[in-house]
């Protein structure tokens, strides 16, 4: 048989999903997922083919690829964002690396998308992921059971381990999670199999019933001992979307083997129903902490609104926002967001608008339609949960699914409309015609380029100013009796100097100012060593940034800022009657020795303009040639006699 896309996705499920998700090619580093390299390795042999094969030409609109073409745009416009902020040395390189995650993220959709060639192909690469989820989820519960994570015990010569393995327990239950890095992550496959394994069990009856039901029965089980609520609410979405489209007798069984499933649940794992409903009904810290995070998308939000600062450039160490969504929003701005959610919209349509086609005789077809759905919306409902584009495994399985909808549509238009006739419908345009569209994107991508690499440096300077003691204190001063009153003086520096300024322009607990975005702007602040999760100071120190276009405003704005500390300490401690040869004194050190030029980086600039430009050209040329198709083949009809 020859070799095609069901081979290759089959190959790369094996490489995301068997091989833990936390291995690195440790000489890439960030950019060195297996699965992300694989996918990338069918980007490639999907751009060959496009071009040696004719198969692509008069084919109809493609949704799904179409909507991709939209998010892989705005990802190389917040690209372009990025290399003209003044990002610190390790986002930006963290923004080269989501180029090559754009890459892996576009290559397993568009192979999944073009390369299944029929139906029945199509069916066997269903029951391999049906398979797949099977055997991942058995590796769960096994580690439920013997609490023992097993994968973390062997090494894989070529790769390393990251140190991102969570293995960790919740109410006394381990939280089995196969071989990904997170629960959620598990949750998500899981969630977004079991469809697809519901539906291979119900109508691919010329299999064995064991081979059939034991996916689902696994998957099931792992859902509701897996201690995750991300987990649960997956499988509720599955089941609303497709009960009511089975049978009426299979919808009988399903009700029973559910009710039965959760009494031996409740019976074979004591405490375990308790569990699940404290996790719903009891107090949320990590929905605090997901709605806590609103603020600082917001203030990002507002100082890029339309395309971000990159993806990949807001790094979990500056805040985890626990929701794909936002922080699609935060690094890719409105426009990335936009585009994500058109591409699930497509996703979602491309499943169940052309479903019908199918003859009863082939009702498996039929009912992947409906089971495409369900899988999107559920992996949709999770990725506004958790940082799921940060987690390989979540997102190669996310945009897989994304993919095989596009070939669903793609074989539904097939059994509607043979391919020879569609491709009669493919008429060429004349030759100045088709150069409109792109001559027009090139000069206005030309000029765009021009303003973009005219953007002005920025200029960030940074101080210390620390509270010390007097050399020879005394019981005089009450505030060095106890040195958290030194830190509650500078607190309150700090709030009567941000109460003078007018308030603060800070985005997040850690990142510095230089990396938020902001052009013209001042953080007066105490370091917080707490995190995201706790507010905690431990020094009496006010640090003073200052970023702006002008050095020699920055400059002025720190020296007048850091001496209104000082001025600001004097008067707080004469308010208090404090002497002033015992009062707290300030010094003030440089950090950043001056203000330093955080000027754009030009070659990432020229690099992330050329591979949009090059997008954009090519999208308008393919773009003016369809219109003009669609106009001579309205007029060519208009001309045939009725």
């Known amino acids: 048989m020859r070799p095609d896309a069901v081979w290759f996705v089959t190959a790369y499920l094996v490489v995301l999903l068997v091989i833990p998700a936390d291995r690195r090619v440790g000489v890439l580093g960030g950019a060195g997922s297996p699965g992300a390299l694989f996918a990338i390795f069918g980007l490639v042999l999907w751009g060959f083919d496009r071009v040696q094969s004719r198969r692509f030409e008069g084919r109809r609109f493609q949704p799904v690829s179409a909507a991709l073409l939209f998010f892989a745009v705005s990802v190389l416009a ?8 003044s990002l610190p040395a390790v986002e930006r390189s963290v923004a080269d690396t989501g180029l090559l995650r754009l890459a892996a993220m576009a290559g397993i959709l568009l192979i999944a998308h073009d390369g299944i060639p029929t139906p029945e192909r199509f069916l066997v690469l269903m029951r391999r992921i049906s398979a797949f989820g099977g055997a991942y989820a058995t590796l769960g519960l096994v580690q439920f059971f013997t609490r023992r994570a097993f994968v973390d015990s062997f090494s894989i010569p070529g790769l390393v381990e990251n140190g991102w393995f969570s293995f960790g327990e919740r109410a006394g239950f381990i939280r089995a999670i196969s071989t990904a890095m997170h629960p959620l992550e598990a949750a998500l496959v899981l969630a977004m199999i079991l469809p697809i394994a519901l539906t291979v069990a119900i109508y691919d009856k010329k299999r064995s019933a064991v081979a059939r039901w034991y996916p689902v029965a696994a998957i099931l089980f792992l859902s ?14 599955v089941i609303a979307v497709l009960f009511w489209t089975w049978p009426r007798a299979v919808r009988q069984w399903m009700a029973v083997a559910i009710g039965f499933g959760l009494v031996a649940v409740y019976v074979g794992v004591p405490g375990m129903a308790g569990t699940i409903i404290g996790m719903f009904s009891g107090p949320d810290s990590s929905l605090d902490s997901r709605t806590a995070g609103y603020d600082t998308v917001a203030s990002f939000v507002g100082v890029s609104p339309l395309f971000g600062r990159g993806l990949g450039t807001f790094l979990p160490s500056y805040r985890i926002i626990d929701n794909q969504f936002l922080l699609t929003l935060v690094e890719t701005g409105a426009v990335g967001l936009a585009a994500l959610l058109i591409l699930i919209c497509a996703a979602c349509w491309a499943a169940v608008s052309m479903r019908c086609v199918w003859k009863p005789q082939d009702e498996i077809m039929a009912a992947f339609g409906y089971a495409l759905l369900a899988s999107v919306l559920a992996g949709s409902l999770l990725l506004a949960l958790f940082d799921a584009f940060s987690f390989p495994q979540a997102c190669g399985m996310f945009f897989l699914v994304i993919g095989l909808c596009g070939a669903y549509l793609n074989l539904c238009r097939a059994e509607a409309a043979p391919l020879a006739e569609s491709a009669k419908t493919a008429l060429t345009s004349s030759t100045w015609r088709r150069r409109v569209l792109p001559v027009v994107a090139l000069v206005a991508m030309v000029g765009l380029s021009a303003a973009v690499l005219a953007t002005p440096p920025l200029y960030y300077g940074r101080v210390d100013v620390r509270f010390v003691l007097p050399e020879s204190p005394d019981d005089s001063n009450g505030l060095i009796a106890d040195p958290g009153l030194t830190l509650y003086l500078a607190g309150v520096v700090e709030q009567r100097l941000n109460a003078e300024l007018g308030g603060q322009e800070k985005q997040t607990t850690s990142a510095p100012l230089s990396s938020t975005g902001i052009r013209d702007g001042r953080w007066v602040h105490i370091p917080n060593v707490g995190g995201q999760w706790e ?17 020699a405003r920055v400059d002025a704005q720190l020296n007048d800022f850091s001496g209104r500390v000082t001025d600001l300490a004097r008067t707080s401690q004469e308010e208090m009657g404090i002497p002033s040869s015992l009062h707290i004194r300030t010094t003030v050190s440089s950090e950043t020795a001056g203000v330093t030029s955080m000027g754009m980086e030009r070659r990432r600039a020229v690099a992330g303009l050329a591979l949009l430009t090059l997008t954009v050209v090519t999208v308008a040329a393919r773009g003016g040639g369809r219109m003009r198709d669609a106009h001579s083949r309205r007029r060519r009809e208009d001309d045939e006699p009725t």
């Open 78 to 85: 917040s690209y372009v964002v990025s290399s003209t902020m």
């Open 224 to 237: 509701v001992l897996s201690v995750t609520r991300s987990a649960l609410l997956g499988v509720v979405v």
């Open 535 to 551: 507010t905690s100071h431990d020094q009496p120190l006010i640090v003073v940034e200052v970023v702006g276009e002008s050095p």
